[in-house]
Each structure stands twice: as C-alpha cells, then as structure tokens.
C-alpha cells in the first residue's frame, strides 16, 4: 500500500504521526527526517514547512496535502513536482479562525485592553460604548475564513463588508472586489481583518498606505487584525501608525519571521495583541480523517477536493 509521508517543522509532527496511525493502521506512514523509508513507496506527502526540495526526491509522489489552509509555504519550493496540492477546509479550522476574529474585534469593540489596564489600577470608570451597528468592519478575502468570519461578525450586529479578487455575494455583508474596488472598501472600514492568502500580489499590502485609509471618526478609532500571513503585513509601518494614532491597536497572529524574534518592538508595545501563529491551529483530532478521506477519494478514482490552483497562488 502506498505511503506518507509527513514531513513538518515548526510544529510537533507526533500527534499527527500518532492520529494517522490510529485511523490508517494498514499504511506505512513515514516522518522526515527519522524515519524516511524507500523514497519510492510515498505516494503522498503530508507537510508544513518542509525542506526545500524534498518532494522532488520523492519519485512516485501522487499529491502533497498542506497541514493548514495556507500553501505558500509548498509553493515557494522552487522544485515542487508537477502534482496536486492540496489544502485543508474543514469546519474545525474554520470556526477556530471565526472565534479568533470575533475575539479580537470584540475585544476592540469593547475596550477590553482598556478595561484590563483599570483593573490593573482598581479603577472603576465606564467608557462611551458604540452600538455594533455604527461600527463598520471589513473582511480582506472572502473565502473559506473570510466567508465564515464575515457572516460571523454580521450576525452580531456590525456593518460588515468583505473585500476579494473576484466579485462575491454573501447575506448581510457589502462586497467589493479587485483594485478598483481597494479604496472604497478601505476608506469604509473601522476595524480591518486580513484573511488573504500569501501571494506576490498580496505581498506588503497591509501598508502604510492602506492604513492611511482606514476610516477613524468612530469611538474606538482604527484596528488590524493579520490573522492570515505575516509577509503581508509591514511591521515598521504598523508601528508608525501606532504612534501617530491612525491605529487605536492592532492584533497579530502572524509574521515574516516566526516565531516573532524577542528584539521585535512589537512585542512591547501596549496596544499591540500578539498570538503564536494559532488564530486556527491544525488539529489533527480533527484534521487527519479530513487527509485520509482525501486520500480514500482518490485512491477509489474520485476528484481530490481544494486543489489549490498554483497560477494563482492559492
Ligand atoms: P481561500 O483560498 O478560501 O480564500 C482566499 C480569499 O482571498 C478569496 O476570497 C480570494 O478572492 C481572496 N484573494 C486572494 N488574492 C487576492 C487579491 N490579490 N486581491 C483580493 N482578494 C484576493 O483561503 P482561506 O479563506 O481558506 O484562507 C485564507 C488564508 O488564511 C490562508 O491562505 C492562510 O494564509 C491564512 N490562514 C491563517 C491561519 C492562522 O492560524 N493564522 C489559519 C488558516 C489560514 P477570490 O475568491 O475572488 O479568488
Ligand atoms: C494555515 C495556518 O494556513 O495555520 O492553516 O496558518
């Protein structure tokens, strides 16, 4: 029977080696760099992050399935083979990344951050509170997480548009679409959540420029939130606009060097939320039946599903 293999760094490869033993006792299942096995017998390659490289070296490689959404990170191997690629949608992933969203606009909203610091001081003091249909929030990229956290934030209440490349039609949320779309999105937009994927396009978009934009008169001011990828984001312009006050604050989950290097001013600065890169972690609890499923699909002749198209990045 034809193996995996799993090849990650930057995460712990056990649960999922452990959680596809359990559910595929009958398959070789092989980890890089430990246990490799005959490069000829894989059939399937589970990854994040991997080494440049590696798949090339796998002679009767069928597809490579990402451990996440995002396959930036497979598509910039220079020798990737010519097979599918494969990402993960799944429920558990998708209302991981919605609380996440929800969380952090909630806690901009609310004023959490300040009322933690009047705690901190024993200070009982209320603050103006904006109704959440005042508030106006925008979704960069409406697919599978924008979607999701789009309908999400909708339902609470917030005036919610969503911005994508190609037009979209969803209950409750204002669409726009493409360049020319951009400036009217922005320009409408309080509280801006990235959910794009990594491309060349999408590359330092999240720019002084476009934060510029943001709209600022309501009560809580502009906020980001980069759950998506951190290449997208330009650290040293955030900060400026910190100082300057067109940001209240921003939230980020993610960054071009991970883990966030200590020296990074980011990390102390008092209205900047950092998280480990887990907005929605992988779990293979639930994630690894969602591989072998796909795997099952093909083996019986079946179109494998979320085949990311590589001209377009994603
Ligand atoms: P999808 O591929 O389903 O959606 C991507 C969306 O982005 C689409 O709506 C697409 O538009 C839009 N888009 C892409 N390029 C552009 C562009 N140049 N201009 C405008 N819109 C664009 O991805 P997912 O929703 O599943 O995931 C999004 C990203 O979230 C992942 O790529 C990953 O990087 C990140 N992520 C982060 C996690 C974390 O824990 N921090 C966890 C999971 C994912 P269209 O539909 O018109 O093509
Ligand atoms: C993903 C991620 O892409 O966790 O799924 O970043």
């Not at 956290?149 to 548009?161: H, N, P």
């Not at 969503?162 to 949320?173: E, I, N, Y």
């Not at 959910?195 to 002084?208: F, I, K, N, W």
């Amino acid at each position: 029977m034809p193996a995996i293999l799993l090849a990650v760094t930057g995460l712990d490869p056990q649960p999922w080696e452990q959680r596809l033993r359990a559910l595929a006792p009958q398959r070789d299942i092989y980890l890089w760099p430990q246990r490799l096995g005959d490069p000829a017998d894989v059939a399937y390659a589970c990854a994040w992050n991997a080494p440049r490289g590696l798949f090339a070296r796998l002679p009767r490689l069928e597809t490579i399935f990402s451990l996440g959404a995002g396959v930036d990170h497979i598509l910039a191997d220079p020798q990737l083979p010519d097979v599918p690629v494969v990402r993960i949608v799944d429920p558990d992933l998708t209302m991981r990344m919605t609380e996440y969203v929800v969380l952090h606009v909630l806690m901009h909203h609310r004023r959490q951050r300040l009322y933690d610091a009047q705690q901190r001081e024993r200070m009982w003091r209320e603050h103006e509170q904006a109704p959440a249909n005042t508030v106006a929030v925008g979704v960069m990229g409406l697919g599978v997480l924008g979607r999701a956290a789009a309908v999400a934030l909708a339902r609470l209440g917030f005036r919610v548009a969503g911005w994508s490349r190609t037009p979209k039609a969803l209950p409750d949320v204002e669409t726009f679409h493409g360049d020319d779309g951009l400036d009217a999105f922005i320009r409408r937009t309080e509280i801006l959540v990235c959910l794009l994927p990594a491309t060349p396009a999408t590359q330092g978009m999240l720019d002084r420029k476009l934060i510029c934009k943001l709209k600022r008169d309501g009560a809580a001011g502009a906020y980001l939130i980069n759950a998506a990828r951190g290449t997208l984001q330009v650290d040293a312009d955030i900060l400026a606009a910190l100082e300057e006050g067109l940001l209240a604050g921003a939230t980020l989950d993610v960054f071009a060097c991970e883990p966030l290097p200590a020296a990074s001013p980011l990390w102390r600065h008092p209205r900047v939320t950092i998280t480990p890169h887990n907005a929605a972690a992988s779990d293979p609890h639930a994630l690894a039946a969602n591989v072998l499923r796909q795997i099952e699909r093909f083996e019986q002749g079946l179109p494998l599903e979320h085949v990311v198209d590589r001209a377009r990045g994603y």
